[in-house]
């Protein structure tokens, strides 16, 4: 699933505009429903704010790196986190 993830949606570090928004309100949404504040979820992953703020609007292009960092905070696994989005 990662893989075929990464070759549909990422060119060159890009991901096509459509997958960041549905990741990006998909973290969002699972981070509130946590009851996770923005700023323990920057501690637990390492990212800064402004940039969780970038993949939470859906403007941020994403890394593996990223992803792996993130889908455990969410109680996720990668590709549970990719689950549907093609």
């Given amino acids: 699933m990662v893989y075929v993830f ?30 996770i504040s923005k700023v323990d979820f920057c501690v637990a992953t390492g990212i800064s704010r402004p940039y969780l703020d970038r993949i939470e609007d859906g403007t941020a292009n994403f890394t593996l790196k990223v992803l792996f960092k993130i889908a455990p905070a969410l109680g996720m696994t990668v590709s549970e986190l990719l689950e549907g989005i093609e």
């Fill in 6 to 35: 990464v070759q549909l949606h990422f060119k060159l570090g890009c991901m096509d505009e459509r997958a960041k928004q549905i990741l990006g309100r998909r973290v969002e949404e699972t981070r509130r429903d946590l009851g």
